[in-house]
């Protein structure tokens, strides 16, 4: 439970009160469900690593395909993309399991389980899927109802105008302070709008495409999406754009001050610096 500041409390018209209760439970939950969901779907992956457009496999033209192959000096991973080839041992491909080289597409450190299990993987994955979407669903009905979304997520005419600036201000590690930081910046807007209305939801939507019970019952998904294979290349894709955000999103968190930042998201209240502060250095 948040402390609950007073004027008298030291540094307390510095705090601000920068995310609700129901917006730091939901990220939370969204973080270990993405997580196991990530590593028990690399498990799945393994389980045939290939990708491919249309309805069917196949296997002589894959989109991307994550190998092993042989070779004079031994095993080999191999990362084939739209015809492309690269070595990629020790991490796709081949990697080392119980100090030996095995073959691999993901290696067994990243995944769960870590050792060959489809069915465990799916049920991991099946779980924390289905914990994740009605976590996403109370987000959004308290977003809506709240305003949250229209009012701090949805970017005014004004500040996409300065959209080149805001990534020049990141470049240079130039962050908000003061009342500036009370408001999520043009790029935080459009990150996190990327990220609830669009790859989410196409996570969840293609991943029920390729049950072929929830095909039967809605087979305009498989239309919708090109096929069961196209399906399985997006949903792989926008997992991929997932990490990709993840990963940004922590760099930036660490380097705009990643105390004040968990702080913020742990118990709600953001220090906004100095008055009259106008950015982190």
Request: hydrophobic share 45%; with cysteine.
């Amino acid at each position: 439970m948040a402390a609950v500041l007073t004027p008298d409390t030291p540094g307390a018209e510095r705090r601000y009160r920068r995310h609700a209760g129901l917006v730091r439970v939901t990220h939370w939950i969204n973080v270990v469900c993405f997580t196991l969901l990530l590593m028990s779907g690399l498990q799945i992956f393994n389980a045939h690593p290939a990708l491919y457009v249309g309805e069917r496999s196949d296997f002589d033209h894959p989109t991307l395909s994550i190998l092993a192959r042989p070779s004079e000096h031994g095993i080999v991973g191999e990362t084939v993309i739209l015809g492309h080839s690269f070595d990629t041992t020790g991490v796709l491909g081949a990697s080392r399991e119980a100090g030996q080289i095995s073959p691999r597409a993901f290696p067994s450190w990243i995944t769960i389980p870590s050792y060959q299990d489809l069915a465990t993987g799916r049920r991991w994955h099946f779980f924390f899927a289905w914990l994740l979407v009605p976590n996403g669903l109370a987000y959004l009905a308290w977003g809506f109802a709240s305003r949250h979304i229209g009012r701090d997520l949805l970017p005014r005419r004004a500040a996409l105008r300065h959209v080149g600036r805001e990534v020049l201000d990141h470049l240079r590690l130039r962050f908000p302070r003061g009342e500036a930081a009370k408001r999520y910046n043009v790029l935080q807007q459009l990150a996190y709008l990327l990220v609830v209305f669009g790859l989410f939801p196409l996570m969840v939507l293609t991943g029920l495409t390729m049950s072929p019970g929830i095909d039967s019952a809605v087979p305009q998904l498989l239309t919708l999406f090109g096929g069961r294979q196209t399906a399985r290349l997006i949903h792989f894709a926008a997992a991929s754009g997932l990490v990709l955000f993840v990963i940004v999103h922590l760099v930036m968190v660490l380097v705009s001050g990643v105390w004040n930042n968990l702080r913020s998201m742990i118990t709600g209240w953001y220090d906004l610096g100095k008055p009259g502060a106008t950015d982190a250095r």
